[in-house]
């Protein structure tokens, strides 16, 4: 150990770095001249504002529309129990639209068992 070296830190060796030297310094300066030079000109960037002309957008109404409302949702909550069985518990407002899904279920489980 260095007698001059009172700090108890090993010097540097020789062509290492020292706690001062910065990785890359040139980079950073380059990247720091780019930066500026982008904050301070934009129309180098090569997307001026209105240079590409958009044709306006269509709305087009059908009046048929209007009007209507969705069909009426039927809640369905499927139950399988421990022998393989399946049972459903349906909810809704519309009870012709309960109906039906009640009836759908039962054919498409039919149409499975075959």
Partial sequence: ???????GVPPVAA????????PFP???AAIALLWVLGALC???AGCKPGSVA???????E?????????PPMVKIKVKRSVSGAYSWDLGGDDVDAILAADAALRRSLAAGAE
């Fill in 54 to 60: 958009l044709p306006p957008l269509e709305t087009v």
């Fill in 26 to 28: 040139v980079m950073r």
């Fill in 1 to 7: 150990m260095d007698p001059s070296n009172h700090s």
């Fill in 42 to 44: 934009p129309g180098l």
């Fill in 62 to 70: 059908d009046p048929g529309l209007r009007g209507q409302r969705p």
């Fill in 15 to 22: 062509g290492g770095r020292g706690p001062d030297d910065r």
